[in-house]
């Protein structure tokens, strides 16, 4: 983890998969990396970030939200107006490399089991990154032009400045006792699989 807080990261993640997020349905990310990610690959290198909303047009068909959940459109091409509700802080994360402790975590995250047994098989290596997060609504929608840099198969990208004294409004989505519930009941899977190299931040 870097310890200098950069406030202005972004990290890509479906929308659908934002609004679960936001309303408290997830509390979890799992991410296998893409192919923009460098040499090294993928890791959590942020504490805290920012959420950036992707519109992959196919992603409800393979999260578990309502049936009459409304399916974005495609990608954001320049210029559209890109909503950013919300800002995570990560609290533990690592790399998981016993399928069985991932099976575990589906009640904390809205992805199909098909879609994240594909992820964790992908590459050389059978396994998938995974960070608890706690995640805070921003007082209303940072709105910020789509730019061609934030595309491409990458998890994290530079956003611009964010609005003047945006972090003395935030608001959790699970209060505290809900959040400390969850994050007790996830620890305790992890702490079953120790070669799981996961840990706190």
Known sequence: MNEEVALTVGYKEWEAVCEALGTGRQCVLLRKGGIHEGRAGFSFKHERFFLFPTRFHAQVEQVRVSRDAAAPGGEWAEGDEVPVRFWCEASRAGTLT????VRQLEPYHVWGEDLVRERYDCGEIQQIHCALVRVFALPQPWVMPYEKHYGGCRTWVELLA?????????TPV?????FATRQAAIEEILGAYPD???RRL
Do not use: G, K
Request: charged share 35%; glycine share 0%; no cysteine.
């Open 98 to 101: 016993s399928w069985e402790a």
């Open 162 to 170: 964010p609005p003047e004294n945006w972090e003395r409004q935030l």
């Open 174 to 178: 699970l209060d505290d006792h809900e």
């Open 196 to 198: 799981s190299a996961i």
